[in-house]
């Protein structure tokens, strides 16, 4: 087993043993050392083989064995047991924002809540409110975060949908069967999540394909199992559809679901208004048989008809592209199917040129081990040399952030000097940008010294803390930040965390003006589970000026990769690589650097 899942299984420990009522001292040490685990440099291999994992400070007696157990077997039976004595239903109350093992533990103790019908059934009949420690506002809180977990519950991260569909697609491609495959839906369209991926095959023989799609071994659960659609559940909940049509269908079922819906419906209509009903069998003339869906293709090639398409229009329509040029129209990247605008700007040639990830040159945003990340600087700069990078911007937390070890005013000094020794090393050919992630605190004001801030190269400003402030305040805090003279970037703007935390109160649209007037770039958090902020937003606050960064947010060499998602977003947000500030070389960004300060 992994470090990191090594991390999971310690933490999961700790709050099963709050759950229980156990000793705070044994708690806090199942807390603590997974916290030295994640956080520690040396290879856990490495030190577990040299027997010198007993002389890290904060891994005590107790968690030594343990942890050799699992890095060894990936097994501990004093987890599995601790697991099996506490009730299902507790557990799945974790899963609630806000309640942690002590929490359950009081539901549970005081008015007997076993399950979460029946604590949904406790907020609702005031049982929770009357409860000391809990109130009204948690009770509410309580009921929130159960409904989300049912909606949240049904979709899935792009990232790992993607995860989940590469093999699929790379296995149908290879069967001898198929002509063609591709994965459609939300996929495609890089949503930030997926409710359930779409394959559509090309093939004259469906069923072998059928048949080695239901056997797949990450497959949990056959749902449906036909002659052309089938169905599954795979392992973690991710469930799929795959159709297999004719070669000569391809491009139209392959368009219908990718969808969208909107996008779809405003195709159709502009296919009607042209005399031609689409659907996801293909064209047909208005009026005549093959109207309502299928379009009959044999008959359609033979019967004769004034205005019908002649065999070869229709049937020279192979891929999506023939499908647009059919329309009229320029072709439609699958990101840009949202039914906002789409249609109009292919008609007038005006779709934009999107941003692509051979565009980028180097990222911002981005910790090391001086706070909360896993490499140091020589690390990540390697890393990004190796995705091909000419500069890297380090962005460490700042004090406030205590929990992810922020740095204080000194260190910030000290670490820029470590970036400065860096550079000028010349052991390496990507340029390190001395950055940092300063807390912006609950009044707006700054976590840092201005004397700190002028030192860097830049500066990302985040909200960590005072998540709850009404949206006024909230706005106010943060566009009080923007104005500051030292801020270059806005981070992850709503603090969502997809699937899981909503975004705090915030009126986007005045710190949008702000962001325009003081010249501050927003991010487009790139990590997978904040894309932050939102693709929505982004066409039209560009065009009106609005400068773009994209941040992976990388907290380990590997995080550098998460850049592809934040692209995916800028993509759906209708960017160009001008709207851009990572596409531009080194002179460039220091050239923006320079005039905003
Ligand atoms: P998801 O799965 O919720 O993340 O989102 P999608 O877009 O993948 O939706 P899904 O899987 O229900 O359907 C795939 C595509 O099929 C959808 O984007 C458009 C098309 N489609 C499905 N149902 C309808 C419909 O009732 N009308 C139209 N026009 N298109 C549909
Ligand atoms: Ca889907
Ligand atoms: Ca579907
Ligand atoms: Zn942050």
């Known amino acids: 087993m992994n470090k990191a899942d090594i991390v ?51 891994i005590g007696a107790a968690l030594v064995e343990k942890i050799e157990t699992l890095h060894a077997t990936g097994e501990l039976a004093y987890y599995t047991e601790l697991r099996g004595s506490v009730a299902p239903g507790l557990i799945e109350m974790l899963e609630i924002p806000g309640l942690g093992g002590k929490k359950v533990k009081k539901l549970h103790d005081a008015i007997g809540v076993e399950s979460i019908d029946t604590l949904k059934a406790a907020c609702e009949s005031g049982e929770v409110e009357a409860l000391k420690g809990f109130g009204k506002k948690s009770a509410e809180k309580i009921l929130t975060g159960i409904a989300n977990r049912a909606a949240y519950a049904k979709r899935h991260h792009w990232w790992t949908a993607r995860a989940v569909a590469l093999p699929i697609l790379e296995g149908l491609r290879g069967l001898p069967q198929t002509e063609r495959a591709e994965v459609a839906g939300s996929l495609r369209r890089l949503r930030e999540t997926v409710g359930d991926l779409d394959f559509i095959v090309a093939s004259a023989d469906p069923q072998p394909v059928m048949d080695w799609f239901v056997t797949q071994p990450a497959v949990a659960e056959v749902t449906a199992h036909g002659a052309t659609k089938s169905s599954v559940r795979f392992e973690g909940g991710l469930q799929a559809d795959l159709r297999v049509v004719p070669a000569e269908q391809f491009a139209f079922a392959l368009h219908h679901f990718t969808g969208s819906k909107d996008h779809n419906v405003a195709l159709r209509q502009r296919a009607l208004a042209r005399g031609y009903s689409l659907s996801e069998w293909g064209l047909a003339k208005k009026g005549e048989e093959g109207d ?80 909360d990340g896993r490499g140091t600087i020589e690390e990540m700069a390697a890393a990004a040399g190796a995705l091909g990078w000419d500069y890297l911007g380090l962005a460490d937390h700042s004090k406030a952030s205590y929990q992810a070890n922020g740095l204080d005013d000194a260190r910030v000094l000290r670490m820029i000097e470590s970036i400065r020794a860096f550079n000028e090393s010349g052991a390496s050919a990507v340029h390190v940008f001395s950055g940092i992630e300063c807390d912006i605190l609950p009044d707006g004001s700054l976590d840092l010294e201005e004397s700190t801030l002028d030192a860097l190269d830049y500066a990302v400003m985040s909200v960590h803390s005072s998540f709850s402030q009404s949206e006024e305040e909230m706005t106010a805090r943060v566009i009080r930040a923007i104005e500051h003279p030292a801020t270059t970037m806005l981070g992850h703007p709503t603090g969502r965390i997809l699937l899981r935390r909503e975004p705090y109160k915030i009126d986007l649209s005045k710190v949008i003006d702000a962001a325009i007037a003081n010249r501050v770039i927003i991010e487009i958090n790139a990590s997978p589970r904040r894309l932050d902020m939102d693709w929505r937003l982004w066409r039209r606050a560009a065009e009106r000026g609005l400068m773009c960064s994209i941040n992976p947010d990388a907290h380990s060499m590997e995080g550098l990769s998460y850049f592809d998602a934040g692209v995916n977003i800028a993509r759906k947000g209708w960017l160009e690589k001008e709207q851009v500030l990572n596409s531009r070389d080194c002179a460039g960004v220091l050239r923006w650097f320079s005039q905003r300060k």
């Open 8 to 58: 999971d299984v310690l933490e999961d420990i700790a709050v099963l043993l709050e759950l229980k009522g156990d000793n705070p001292f044994k708690i806090r040490a199942y807390s603590t050392g997974a916290r030295v685990l994640e956080t520690m440099e040396a290879d856990l291999g490495d030190l577990i083989e040299a027997g010198q994992l007993s002389a890290v400070k904060g």
């Open 292 to 371: 309502l869906g299928a379009v009959p293709r044999s008959e359609a090639t033979t019967r004769p008809g004034a205005e019908r398409p002649g065999p070869n229009e229709l049937s020279a329509i192979k891929t999506e592209k023939g499908l647009f040029k059919f329309l009229g129209l320029a072709e439609i990247p699958p990101e840009l199917r949202e039914g906002r605008g789409e249609i109009e700007a292919a008609e007038t040639q005006k779709l934009p040129n999107l941003v692509t990830s051979a565009d980028i040159r180097g990222v911002f945003h981005n910790h090391t081990i001086a706070s």
